[in-house]
């Protein structure tokens, strides 16, 4: 029992058929439970009042952001070792989720910045980087739908996906060098100093969990769309043989 | 080797070989932003380094395109492929090429443009070292683009959409250094990082870029 | 040395179009391809010249003795004959064009741009391009394309005389070339039987 049998796509469309009802719950239950703990039990911040309360939405979001394109990465280098038809459409299908997901994080937080800031956008190193991040998105998007052989298109969109990444992180660096930025330090980390207190960061526990399951869950059944519609030019492919 | 860099200089240089285009292109750009933004002359030095390098990178993409196109209709890459040399070694002399025909004579005609643009005195200099050490990269990337979308009809605006935000760091490490030249700043870490972008660009990008046009001829 | 093709499948776009392809061609020899248009000639020669993986099956004798010739010239309009011919020529590591000029009547053309030239003009000047190669197996797709009778000759002539000093010719053509001497194979038989790919079988 080797996990590369799920690279099989009939297998994979069993297993994943089985598990789609779990994480779809998982992913209801935690994302209600977690937005309307955090929105409304939790108290107000002295300094930012209710606004504080949009990074339930806001820091999950930016995790997938960033965790969807490492994911694409380690889909790409599947697809480049071992060929495994999966794997490179698993890629594909994780991209528009990612980009949706940078969308989120760029527009929950232009409505935060708004009133704390007293602007929508500033070229700040976190939020110029996600939309640098949101480009390279739609880059390896389009470029997926440009190619019409499937092989082609996965060979070439992984290539740009390793390419991609390291670029990506050198506009990081680049943008951090850049301007020194008006962002808060993260929200999230293993430092207590510049962590968010207990009684905001639970709830955002909860809501990660449910944006992590929200996006397994859209992945899953993206790859299926994938595998189905390849499945679908595999049947007309037969039938025109017969 | 030389004999591919050679051909491609000499196409370049020929009647509709596209020499001088990138350069025109530059001028206009140049040319552009005072209209667009008003003839202050303060505002114009503050930002004539930005817009130096951004002018370089957009004449530099409106090249890209004829890289590889041309080689692709008639058949030459196919040729060329079978030819013994090494596809790492066609890529590496097609961006020195590219680089040789587009990126050297925007580094030279930099500082003449920086006169409409009133660059302060002291940034001159810099402008030409940023974007004679930046302008190596901004080929060999563009060149690992025009391979990805060799085979692709109406392939320009896809490669453009690739490989813009390719060019990020090299514009913001290569901007930067012209504008802190120019204020009479230190250079030192921008200047390395943009080398190190350069250096490690023509180093491995080539691999990317053989890899993928392999794949496109198949 | 000789090339050799043993139980060769080739594929175009994913689907399989010859397949139990077996042949050689010794030193000295040529063998004339034939079959009916979108047979997969200009497939199998790719795959033999390596531009394309082989779905199944062994070449052996290829890669690096190959000269292709394929229906573009790669010739650059802007370049002159002699100035096409030359690059060619360095780019496998030769000097000396004067031969090729020669052998395709070319010598009267030598400072003309490419792009001035006939269409069989140009063919000849692509053809010419396989004997400044140096390679001794030359795999040429339609290489009578666009050339008159004399022009014909004057090509049977350059396969003879590439024969004669121990080189081999591979090429589909579909017309008489005057080339007696010449073997040939007629890849009709051999043609794939329909199925769906290994890959798309999976999603099945």
Redo the contacts between chains.
């Keep these: 029992m080797s996990i590369w049998e799920y690279a099989n796509p009939v297998k994979f469309i069993r297993t994943t058929d089985r598990l789609m009802p779990y994480l779809a719950v998982g992913a209801v239950i935690c994302l209600v439970s977690g937005l309307v703990w955090g929105f409304f039990f939790t108290p107000d911040d002295y300094r930012q009042g209710s606004t504080v309360k949009i990074i339930y939405l806001h820091v999950p979001a930016a995790l997938m952001a960033i965790n969807a394109w490492i994911m694409m990465l380690v889909a790409s280098l599947v697809w480049i070792v071992r060929r495994h038809h999966v794997s490179a459409l698993a890629a594909r299908a994780a991209a528009p989720v990612g980009a949706v997901m940078t969308v989120i994080a760029l527009a929950t937080g232009a409505i935060w910045g708004q009133p704390m800031w007293g602007t929508w956008w500033v070229w700040d190193p976190r939020l110029t980087s996600f939309l640098i991040l949101f480009l390279f998105y739609l880059g390896y998007i389009a470029l997926w739908e440009a190619i019409e052989d499937d092989d082609t298109a996965a060979d070439l969109t992984s290539i740009l996906c390793l390419v991609g990444s390291v670029f990506a992180i050198l506009s990081r660096y680049a943008v951090l060098f850049w301007n020194q930025g008006l962002h808060q330090g993260a929200s999230l980390s293993l430092d207590k100093e510049e962590h968010v207190a207990d009684v905001y960061s639970n709830p955002l526990y909860v809501s990660i969990a449910g944006f992590v399951l929200l996006f397994i869950a859209l992945v899953f059944l993206r790859t299926q769309t994938e595998i189905r519609a390849r499945r679908a030019r595999a049947l007309i492919a037969r039938e025109r043989l017969t | 080797m ?3 860099l050679t ?1 491609d200089l ?2 370049a240089v ?4 596209g020499f001088g285009l990138g350069l025109a292109f530059f001028l206009i750009v140049t040319v552009l932003v005072p209209l667009g933004v008003g003839p202050e002359t303060a505002l114009l030095s503050k930002i004539a380094p930005g817009i130096l390098w951004i002018g370089a990178l957009l004449a530099c993409l409106l090249s890209l395109d004829r890289i590889f196109a041309l ?1 692709f ?4 890459i ?8 090494p596809m790492e070694g066609i890529v590496t002399v097609k961006a020195l090429a590219h680089w040789l025909t587009t990126g050297l004579p925007l580094v030279l005609a930099a500082p003449a443009l920086g006169v409409l643009l009133s660059l302060p005195q002291g940034g001159y200099f810099w402008v030409v070292v940023s974007l004679a050490v930046g302008t190596p990269a901004l080929s060999v990337i563009g060149t ?1 683009g025009a391979a ?2 060799v085979g ?1 009809k109406r ?1 320009g605006l ?1 490669m453009s ?2 490989v ?3 060019y ?2 090299t514009l ?2 290569g901007a ?1 250094v012209a504008r802190r030249g120019g204020e009479g700043l230190t250079v030192q ?2 200047l390395l ?1 943009l080398a190190g ?1 350069s250096f490690g660009a023509v180093a491995l ?1 080539p691999f ?1 870029s053989a ?2 046009l392999r ?4 | 040395m000789e090339l050799q093709v043993k139980n060769l499948a080739v594929a175009r776009g994913g689907v399989p179009v010859l397949e139990g392809l077996s042949f050689s061609l010794t030193a000295g020899r040529a063998l004339v391809l034939r079959g009916p248009n979108g047979s997969g000639k200009t497939t199998l020669l790719r795959t033999i010249a390596g531009l394309q993986p082989a779905l199944e099956g062994d070449i052996t004798g290829a890669g690096e003795r190959i000269a292709y010739a394929a229906h573009a010239d790669g010739l650059k309009t802007a370049l002159t004959v002699t100035e096409n011919l030359t690059f060619w020529a360095q780019v496998f590591g030769n000097t000396d064009i004067s031969q090729a000029l020669a052998g395709f009547d070319l010598l009267g053309l030598a400072e003309r741009p490419a792009g001035s030239l006939s269409a069989g003009q140009k063919r000849r000047l692509g053809l010419a391009r396989l004997m400044v190669t140096g390679r001794p197996v030359w795999v040429l797709d339609e290489p009578t394309v666009s050339l008159d009778a004399a022009s014909v000759a004057l090509f049977a002539e350059a396969v003879r005389g590439h024969l004669a000093t121990g080189g081999s010719a591979l090429m589909a053509t579909h017309i008489d070339l005057g080339l007696d001497e010449a073997d040939v194979f007629d890849v009709a038989p051999y043609r794939a039987v329909p199925r769906v790919s290994a890959v798309d079988e999976a999603f099945l």
């Design positions: 030389i004999a591919l051909r000499r196409l020929r009647a509709g070989g080689d209709e008639d058949g030459s196919d040729l060329l492929a079978t030819a013994p040399l690992f990805l979308t692709l392939g896809l959409l690739l813009l935000p390719l990020v760091p913001v490490f930067e870490t921008p990082m972008i990008l990317a890899a993928v794949i496109n001829l198949r």
